[in-house]
């Protein structure tokens, strides 16, 4: 029997709830974004130096300021930067036949494969901009990386410690509630199997969603692929990284009646750092 109009249309709505419902379950460098809506082109930015430790303004020191003495001006001082907005996009075609005949589920499995795709790509564009720009790093030393072939030496305890006491330096809490440690697979691997780790009293285990597997040292663990190898991160989320979106995910479905359903969907948008220094790079995770 052929669909009727307004069941053509809910099975539209269906398929645009569960793309979006699929993109929100998957997405984890975004989640730790901000998102602002841009109408733009070419996004422009000032990126923010931070450097809350020199005791300085314009001209004279913070401290000791002498009476009737001018005050020094402080500044943020600030690198602009651009960029333009980028699409996102993919769709997915399926047959009549098999939407009502395949025992394999074909709808749901396209309508999940198409929305993990888009996402995934977004998240390894945000993740490109967070190596290229974080503020901070932390270097571990050759011999002591999480898999060292001396397993005495594998400490991620004092490694992530190190990567927020760095972001401290600056003035950025990454123990406020909105911190986060983000690893590959290879390395939550590593990090999980670690007796350091999971003897730690401050380690709590868990599957939440968005990559979120449990909290170590008051961190919120993520693991993503879209993470460089040989690398991980402790930033404090929604701050500093910003997701500008010019058009949040659309999903159209197309049905050529006896024929096939056409699913695509798009978003665009561009990532900022707007403050690096709200980023600690780890890097020599691995040997």
């Known amino acids: 029997m052929a669909d009727t ?23 984890k460098w975004k989640a730790l974004c901000a998102i602002d809506s841009s109408s733009a082109w070419t996004e422009s930015y000032f990126r923010e130096t931070n450097d809350d430790a020199t005791d300085g303004g314009t001209g004279s020191p913070i401290r000791g300021v002498p009476q009737y003495a001018p005050f020094p001006f402080i500044d943020v001082t600030e690198t602009k ?31 999940y494969r198409l929305g993990r795709k888009i996402i995934y790509q977004i998240d390894v564009a945000i993740e490109a901009g967070v190596n290229a720009d974080a503020g901070n790093s932390v270097a571990i030393t050759a011999g002591y990386e999480w898999d060292s072939a001396t397993i005495a030496n594998r400490d ?20 406020s509630g909105n911190g ?15 007796t350091k780790v999971i003897n730690h009293p401050t380690y709590e285990s868990g599957v939440m969603t968005n990559g979120k597997v449990g909290r170590l040292l008051g961190l919120n663990i993520v ?4 993470v460089t190898a040989d690398q991980a991160y402790v930033l404090v989320a929604k ?11 659309k999903v159209v479905t197309t049905v050529d009646a006896g024929k096939s359903t056409t699913i695509r969907a798009w978003e665009r948008g561009v990532f900022q750092l707007q403050a690096p220094n709200e980023v600690c790079e780890i890097t020599n995770t691995r040997k």
Do not use: C, F
């Open 180 to 194: 986060y440690l983000v690893v590959n697979g290879n390395d939550y691997t590593n990090i999980i199997s670690n």
């Open 5 to 27: 109009d307004r069941e053509a249309e809910m099975r539209s709505e269906n398929i645009d709830t569960a793309v979006k419902a699929v993109i929100k379950i998957e997405e």
């Open 156 to 175: 991620p305890v004092k490694d992530i410690l190190d990567a927020i006491q760095t972001l401290r330096v600056d003035g950025i809490d990454a123990l």
């Open 239 to 249: 701050q500093g990284m910003v997701w500008k979106q010019a058009e949040g995910m």
């Open 223 to 226: 693991v993503s692929e879209a």
């Open 81 to 111: 930067v651009s960029s333009i907005i980028q699409k996102y996009a993919g769709e997915s075609i399926i047959s009549l036949e098999a939407q009502q005949n395949i025992t394999v589920p074909m709808l749901q499995r396209k309508i």
